[in-house]
């Protein structure tokens, strides 16, 4: 769970434009509070109780209960019970305890982003596939149980929508595991996947994701070596490649300036060659050589650059 929070935040940093808006939502103790994303689903950053503003909700307050500014408490549940959602609320009177500061009246500061993401609900013992075509799948959240009286439950007696308080722990990890680096994957909404956190209610599974472009590796291999793609999960797909040189700083040690000058030198037959050699396989190796490309530049010293990702087969 920690990797995967990780991985979310590097890939935050590294896809910016996953960002769609930071929001700040300030609610008075004992009222509702509402996440909203107009665009893109809500990312908790940060989820306080108490105070630590002496003018925010203090209408009609004795200056008693407004003085204490250093009061604050962090409140997890917020983000596990909003993040990866359109639409989040709930009454503040029933969480945050124990009380940070008896006798301060306090309130809930909770910012948060609006992020690109995808949602999916199953109800209670459907499937649903996850689909990123040509990408690939990166959980976010996911949680089976009930966090909402509505959603999958039409035509259900409400004493089996009540609990809006249930959470599988095991969620999260379960689905990543299944789903992770694929370009697709089928969930299920049962409690024999899950752990059942709420027995007698009936629950749906709530998942959220991105779709990231496949991270690319790039192999490059001097004139008479092997290039060795290897990839530890999934297997090759070959995205281009080519024998020859592009520029004159790559695969120079030790060679004549009239070896490595040119730098447009190009076999025509080089992707085709490697994705004859690679593509579907786990491991393959490559001879970079005249012997298996031809020589597309004669006198001059080349190499062979091969890009290329690893897929995880549905
Ligand atoms: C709300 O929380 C944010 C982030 O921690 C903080 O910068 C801001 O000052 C807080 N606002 C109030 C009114 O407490
Ligand atoms: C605020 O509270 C913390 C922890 O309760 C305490 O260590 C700190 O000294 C307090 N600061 C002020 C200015 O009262």
Do not use: W
């Amino acid at each position: 769970m920690f990797f995967l929070k990780l991985s979310l935040l590097t890939l935050l940093v590294a896809a910016p434009d996953l960002l769609v808006t930071a929001e700040n939502v300030i609610t008075c103790y004992g009222n509702v509070q509402h996440l909203r994303c107009e665009t893109g689903l809500i990312r908790v950053k940060s989820a306080i109780y108490g105070r630590t503003d002496c003018s925010i909700c203090s209408i009609g307050r004795p200056p008693a209960q407004i003085q204490n500014t250093n009061c604050s408490m962090k409140i997890p549940l917020i983000s596990k019970r909003c993040d990866g959602h359109r639409v989040c609320e709930f009454k503040t009177d029933v969480i945050g305890s124990p009380d940070p500061c008896v006798g301060t009246f306090k309130y809930y500061n909770t910012t948060y982003d609006c992020i690109q993401a995808r949602a999916s609900v199953t109800c209670e013992d459907g499937y649903s596939t996850l689909d990123c075509g040509n990408d690939v799948i990166q959980i976010f959240n996911a949680n089976y149980g009930r966090t909402d009286n509505k959603i999958c439950s039409e035509g259900l007696p409400s004493s089996l929508t009540v609990n809006t308080n249930c959470y599988a722990p095991d969620t999260l990890t379960s689905v990543a595991t299944r789903c992770n680096g694929r370009s697709s994957c089928t969930v299920q909404a049962s409690y024999t996947i899950f752990t059942d956190p709420c027995i007698g209610i009936s629950k749906y599974l709530a998942v959220s994701y991105f779709c990231l472009p496949q991270p690319v590796q790039t192999s490059v291999t001097c004139e008479g070596d092997n290039a060795v793609l290897t990839c530890g999960a999934g297997i090759l797909k070959i995205q281009a490649a080519n024998y020859g040189r592009t520029d004159s700083t790559t695969c120079i040690t030790g060679r004549p300036v009239n070896q490595i000058t040119k730098n447009d030198c190009y076999a025509t037959s080089t992707l085709a060659e490697v994705i004859n050699r690679c593509e579907g396989k786990t491991t393959c190796t490559v001879p970079a050589t005249n012997g298996v490309f031809s020589d597309p530049c004669v006198y001059t010293y080349k190499f062979l650059t091969i890009v290329y990702s690893c897929v995880v087969s549905p």
